[in-house]
């Protein structure tokens, strides 16, 4: 149990255009995800905190306008980077909670932005 | 600000050998600590934890112990084995908090 998946697992794009990710929690229902950005051989910066059906809680330095995110449901999650430029490739991680309890972890969508 | 500062990797072993990650970190009040792996093409999974000072965390013959006076929380396995071989993060929360601060992450390669 405890699964959750993200859709694309990689995605190439131009610059300029918005790319979404999703993040589903297959076999229980979240009522918080966040979503994470990870740099080659740097930790998982924390990006923001959803909570189903309220906005977004951003962590400081990410811009909300550039990364948006929707909790529609309590099993999805989706983030667009919108206008994405080259500096937006990265690896970004979804994970989704239950209540209080432990975080479980998507496996990643790799972004280039060309 | 809270941090977490672990070993860099690779660590390279071979099968059956002694492991050790170091961790150690920065916080305010009385963080719970974790060590989550990642093995390829898969998320991150919570491998232990320990939410108070001297608990031992342990699972799959791994073990870390949490050490407020040295603040660490380094990760032992006294035999690797050839399916151990994955990203290893240390990770802290603050009491209570939602956010997980995580270390850089350490690759272990064991080799038969």
């Known amino acids: 149990g405890a699964v959750v998946s993200q859709h694309p697992s990689w995605v190439i794009c131009k610059s300029g255009t918005s790319v979404k990710i999703e993040c589903r929690s297959l076999?229980?229902?979240?009522?918080?995800m966040f979503w994470y950005r990870q740099f080659p051989k740097q930790s998982l910066m924390l990006m923001a905190t959803?909570?189903?059906?309220?906005?977004?809680?951003?962590e400081q330095g990410v811009e909300k306008d550039k990364f948006l995110i929707n909790h529609a449901s309590l099993t999805l999650s989706t983030l667009t980077v919108t206008s994405a430029h080259p500096e937006d490739s990265s690896f970004y991680i979804c994970?989704?909670?239950?209540?209080?309890?432990?975080?479980?972890f998507g496996p990643g969508t790799r972004l280039l932005v060309l | 600000g809270n941090s977490v500062t672990q070993m860099e990797g690779p660590v390279t072993l071979s099968e059956e050998a002694f492991l050790t990650i170091n961790c150690t970190y920065t916080?305010?009040?009385?963080?719970?600590l974790f060590w989550y792996v990642q093995y390829p093409g898969e998320g991150l999974q919570l491998l232990l934890k320990?939410?108070?000072?001297?608990d031992k965390g342990s699972n799959k013959g791994f073990e870390a112990t949490y050490r407020k006076e040295t603040t660490s929380f380094h990760l032992e396995k006294g035999s690797v084995q050839v399916s151990d071989s994955a990203v290893y993060f240390c990770?802290?929360?603050?009491?209570?908090?939602?956010?997980?601060?995580f270390g850089t992450g350490t690759r272990l390669q064991v080799f038969p």
């Open positions: 076999d229980f229902q979240a009522t918080t």
């Open positions: 994970s989704a909670r239950r209540g209080s309890e432990t975080q479980y």
């Open positions: 916080a305010t009040g009385y963080p719970s």
């Open positions: 320990a939410t108070k000072a001297d």
């Open positions: 990770a802290l929360s603050d009491q209570g908090a939602d956010k997980l601060i």
């Open positions: 959803s909570n189903e059906g309220s906005k977004a809680t951003y």
